[in-house]
């Protein structure tokens, strides 16, 4: 009897925490000042699901995160510029999508904000431009493609371009075959961490 009790008493624990958890809101949460994040910084999130377990693989130091992508400001908003493969609904070109949408709790475990210290109205002006191109997801993660490009691809060629250094992150190789994963960019001594959250704690 006792242990039906506190195994029922576990459960109600466990589910009034995932309860806060999927109800965060961040315009909520205090210790987040919209009025300290710019464009052109670099948002990171830990996803949920199986795909982001294995994405997150990827980062061979600090795995982290599974996804990111570029902050914009506009009127006040808060958005995300991001590729990410969708089969499902057939829709792979690149996202501008509201940053209460990408950290949801319902999409992610937490996220992280970091800052290059580039030019952040060149970042957000060439982001912007691959926006309108409609970039797609790359499913071969090729570096070499400039049409398709996955997540941290994107990031990467951004930050290449406006620092007008190849080497400003720098890449894993494994078997000959080049690729960008998340801890290369956050990991890299040119970044500053600007915030982070996670959800469980």
């Known amino acids: 009897m006792l242990l039906v009790i506190i195994t029922v008493s576990g459960m109600f624990a466990w589910k009034s925490s995932q309860s806060t958890i999927r109800n965060y809101d961040i315009n909520n949460d205090s210790s987040f000042r ?3 994040i710019h464009s052109g910084d670099i948002i990171f999130r830990d996803g949920r699901g199986i795909i982001s377990k294995t994405f997150k693989k990827f980062s061979l130091k600090d795995p982290r995160f599974s996804h990111a992508g570029i902050i914009h400001k506009e009127s ?3 958005f995300v510029y991001h590729i990410i493969g969708d089969a499902q609904n057939k829709n792979e ?3 501008k999508e509201l940053l209460s949408n990408f950290i949801s709790p319902l999409q992610a475990n937490g996220f992280a904000i970091y800052r290059s210290g580039l030019n952040p109205d060149k ?3 060439l982001s912007a431009v691959l926006f309108t191109k409609k970039i797609q997801f790359d499913s071969s993660f090729d570096l070499n493609t400039d ?3 996955y997540c941290t ?3 990467y060629k951004v930050l290449s371009i406006v620092s007008g250094q190849n080497n400003f992150i720098p890449l894993n190789s494994v078997n000959g075959k080049e690729f960008i994963a998340c801890d290369n960019i956050y990991l890299s001594s ?3 961490n600007i915030y982070s959250r ?3 704690n």
């Open 147 to 149: 049409d398709k490009m």
């Open 34 to 36: 919209t009025e300290l």
């Open 123 to 125: 970042i957000d002006s």
């Open 153 to 155: 691809e994107f990031v």
């Open 93 to 95: 070109n690149m996202r």
């Open 76 to 78: 006040g908003r808060l």
């Open 190 to 192: 040119n970044m500053e």
């Open 198 to 200: 996670n959800y469980e």
